[in-house]
């Protein structure tokens, strides 16, 4: 068990640029979540799977942004025609048991939009 | 008003001292709660959770939680400057997503 994996740690995109970030949960894990935080805010949800299922999404979320669980293993999340909003770290979950014992995060993706 | 609200601090004690960290939740629905550290730069990292009105005590921490009065609180005795951080309170309802207020940073004086 080498826990939540994320990748990149850190990218620059300029606006308007297409970005995507990958999340690898601990592999017993059946619960996936994304989360979005800003210096000095607590984590935001953006949205959730079960498996392969996307069980929830945020409806702060744009239309921009956009993820999957194809396999029900790793995800993607990624956000389209970026804009310096978006300028965040992206964090990255996964929890069993519903997560009724809290979640496990990855080191997060930092996301820079210039 | 946000779900989860907690006083942003920073809260400084000196070493030895009990820290207080509280926390309230609007949602009465809210049945699992999280305390979450959070170093400077890093991602956070779950302390404890708690389910049941009462106290729930693991090593230095207790957690308390009051669902009548949508309150729940950490307890860090015997503080270390290690345990400078900032602390992250999260309520989920049943086998749904978490909810997270936006911290207490608190200090640990040597």
Sequence with gaps: DTGVSQDPRHKITKRGQNVTF??????????????????????EFLTYFQNEAQLEKSRLLSDRFSAERPKGSFSTLEIQRTEQGDSAMYLCA????????????????RLTVV | QKEVEQN???????????????????????????????????SPELIMFIYSNGDKEDGRFTAQLNKASQYVSLLIRDSQP?????????????????????????????
């Design chain 2, 8 to 42: 942003s601090g920073p809260l400084s004690v000196p070493e030895g001292a009990i820290a207080s960290l509280n926390c309230t939740y609007s949602d009465r629905g809210s049945q699992s709660f999280f305390w979450y550290r959070q170093y400077s730069g890093k």
């Design chain 2, 82 to 110: 290690s345990d400078s951080a900032t602390y992250l309170c999260a309520v989920s309802p049943n086998a749904g997503k978490s909810t997270f207020g936006d911290g207490t940073t608190l200090t640990v004086k040597p």
């Design chain 1, 22 to 43: 990958r999340c690898d949960p601990i592999s017993e894990h059946n619960r996936l979540y994304w989360y979005r935080q800003t210096l000095g805010q607590g984590p």
């Design chain 1, 94 to 109: 996964s929890s069993s048991q519903q997560g009724a014992r809290g979640y496990t995060f990855g080191s997060g993706t």
